[in-house]
């Protein structure tokens, strides 16, 4: 038997209500049940932990060991000129800017270092070092290498031929590799944005020049005594934030297409009742799909599942959290079990066996409640290990990479002898439809015979579709759990608004049923709800993981190129929002939304308000640099709200707006025709 100790060690101080911060029954159940065996969660300590004001207000300065210097906002406000400083003479906008700055930059780097590790593996791939991995999408990889100025076929006899594929991926690993690190020039994948945008970028000097350059500037421009202009700071914090979604971000999205496939629409489901009593139940928990791919491959393996049989299991049922589970949903329809905020509440089931960790949003309360059960917590990355004896580190390494993974399954079988009788799963869940990518939208909204986004733009353009949104990001325990992104999402396909989603924001829509094609009837408003069934796709379409927000990025560069919307991403009736976000990440993919012309919309709240005139220059002024802004907005139907008033915005400058009267129109009167109908 493993060591267990019993519950009661780590007892709330005081409890959250259930019912109160959650919106989802399984997360109340579950959450109940932690508090009956007397374990602390998040939500838990979200109550008796209030949030530091002056962090809050952006305006707390601790780069320096005169400070931490603080400089909130005074409750009364402040009249005639703003007089604070810190001891050096820091305004409250550098201040702010510097925090907001760094925030870009450890996203920035979050995404990229994910990136980065993504290309080794490929590297090892194309010097074929390793087995275990090999190309599964030799589309993608033809379909990026000219970005990478690598050349596909060869001239042979005055003829182009086809050129060698161990060569051209070779070519483009090795050029992938060098986006992180070159020493001239700028990335190559920032001309895949539609010509005027990158014109923009080029005219205001902030093309990145390679990726982890522009990390390592703004901490130099952010430390004590250097860059003292917030406007400056935040033209670094652009440029920083375009190497993460034109540069590292999307380097990991496309080679993780190549090694892994490129997703097509599949059926799943969503929420812990995916999890099953009587199977061995394995959690992958964190971002990169490299180990969880091995491992899904491991966990299908007749050795392994008949070892699991041996055990006295029926079978062995993965599950994923976060963002590692939006990687295995959308490529091999493994279902996650939870978002962001459930992750301590997949142990408390009492059924899971293993929970296997790799970087990134991952609680290191996971050890305290994994120290409650018998579920094995293993963390598996070289930088992300965590300071509690109960966590087994098994470090994965992609040159015996399935040899990793079949140890972690083996591991996780056996133990699961080692489950308390006392096992609680909740019943609900909800099936859903993921894997939507760009080939996917333009296969379902494209022309038939054009290739193109023509049938999505031909419906923008007559007001059937209003406009499109992009609602991603996380979960936050400041915030009622799911609520906002639920809200929000019914609220702008109500309006016609079609929704692309990510990261936890597309496992919170997957649980509460709004990725299924009949949600269409029953929550959209009469036009896309016609779009929707006649291609028989949801109105809400799943693209992925964090870093698969460039997705969406070349989405709307689809939607540009297919014309009638436009020169420019920032022409187009498009906005994007994180209703929940809590994670520096989002900060910087909405640094690199914003700067590709994309009004974005982030609830809860910004650390910004202590620094009213930098809050201002990102909510009104940066729309008259890039085409974009920021904006928050804590309330989800005003917020929603705001987005389709932007969309409207564009619709008019397009001069679109009275084709969706029309349409409009046409329902009343076919409303009105039905009615006189009926009533003979
Ligand atoms: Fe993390 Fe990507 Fe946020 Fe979810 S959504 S809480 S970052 S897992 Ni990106």
Redesign the pocket.
Known sequence: MAEKIKPKVIKPKKAADPMAVSIDPATQEMLARAQKLEIETVFDRAVTMKPCNIGNQGTCCKICAMGPCRLPMPRAGIEGEDTRKGLCGATPNTIAARNFARMVAAGTAAHSDHGRSVAEVFLSVARKETDDYTIKSPERLIQIAPYFGVATTVEVDGEQQDRDFDEIALEVAEKAIAEWGKPEGELAYLKRAPAPLYERWKKLGVLPRNIDREIVEIMHRTTMGVDQDYKNIVKQCTRCALADGWGGAMIATDLQDVMFGAPTPLQSEANLGIMKEDHVNIIVHG?EPVLSEMIVAAAQSKEMIEYAHSKGAKGIQLGGI??TGNEILQRHGVPPAG??LQQELAIVTGACDAMVVDV??VFQNLANVAKCFHTKLITTHPIAKMEQDNVIHIEFDEHHAMEDAKRIVTMAIDNFQNRDADVMIPKHKAVQIAGFGVESIEYHLGGTFRGSYYTLNDNIINGRIRGVAGVV???NARVKHNEEHVTIVKELIKNDVLVLTT???GITLAMHGLLTPETAQVYCGPGLAEVCETVGIPPVLHMG??VDNTRILLAATEVVKAGGLGDDICDAPLAGSAPEW??E??IAIGQYVVASGIYTVFGYHMPLDGAPEFRDYLYKELENIYGGMWDCEPDPVKHAHKMIAHIDKKRKALGIDKARERVLMDMDDRQKMDAQYQAV
């Open positions: 971002h976060c963002c978002n962001f990134q949003c990001g996380c979960n990261g936890c924001s993981s964090c809590m994670s990440k989002a």
